[in-house]
């Protein structure tokens, strides 16, 4: 129990006298603790080193008042790491971006071995017609449909004037479709 006063007193210390060096005695006496528990939540050290600046952060400017009515010093600092943890644990996962995934699509297909040399025909066909455009037609194609980028980032990226990108999708799909209906392709 005296070790508990002990931290109380040191809590204390730091709320309302803003004692740094009391601070520094609970950082060292926690931060093992904290830096493990951590770890085990989260699995990467970077969101452990985060997660013990953050708390003691915390104590530091009082945004974590402590009640020892409701419990030990030290189940009260774990819990408030725990919540930190996951609001870290959160905000990462918020940030990370995610790769589609075509089997990640609500719609179900069941693709059979003919339907996937279907695709590839069809695969070949377009290739087959884009190489018959002109140079600069199969350059906005490739921007536009392949790149994904937008009718103006292209016009920015290739210093063409707007008008002339939209054109050039526009002659180039014509070329395409016709391509295509040659082959006796019907691409849906």
């Known amino acids: 129990m005296p070790q508990e006063i002990k931290d109380i007193d040191l809590y204390r210390k730091v709320v309302d006298d803003q004692d740094s060096t009391a601070l520094r005695q609970l950082y060292r006496k926690y931060e093992k603790l904290i830096y493990s528990f951590t770890y085990k939540m989260a699995g990467d050290q970077e969101i452990a080193e985060e997660v013990i600046q953050e708390v003691f952060m915390k104590l530091w400017k009082t945004h974590a008042p402590y009640d020892s009515s409701?419990?030990?010093?030290?189940?009260?600092?774990?819990?408030?790491?725990?919540?930190?943890?996951?609001?870290?644990?959160?905000?990462?996962?918020?940030?990370?971006?995610?790769?589609?995934?075509?089997?990640?699509?609500?719609?179900?297909?069941?693709?059979?071995?003919?339907?996937?040399?279907?695709?590839?025909?069809?695969?070949?066909?377009?290739?087959?017609?884009?190489?018959?455009?002109?140079?600069?037609?199969?350059?906005?194609?490739?921007?536009?449909?392949?790149?994904?980028?937008?009718?103006?980032?292209?016009?920015?990226?290739?210093d063409t004037p707007l008008g002339t990108v939209k054109g050039r999708i526009r002659l180039a799909l014509k070329h395409l479709h016709s391509c295509l209906k040659g082959k006796g392709g019907k691409m849906e």
Not at 105 to 119: F, G, H, K, M, R
């Open 70 to 158: 409701k419990g030990k010093f030290s189940s009260w600092l774990l819990t408030m790491t725990r919540n930190t943890c996951l609001d870290a644990l959160r905000k990462r996962k918020k940030h990370e971006s995610v790769e589609y995934i075509e089997k990640d699509s609500l719609q179900v297909s069941y693709e059979t071995p003919a339907d996937i040399v279907e695709w590839k025909e069809k695969g070949k066909a377009i290739q087959d017609c884009i190489r018959t455009l002109k140079e600069d037609q199969q350059r906005i194609v490739h921007l536009f449909y392949f790149k994904g980028l937008t009718q103006q980032s292209i016009s920015k990226n290739t």
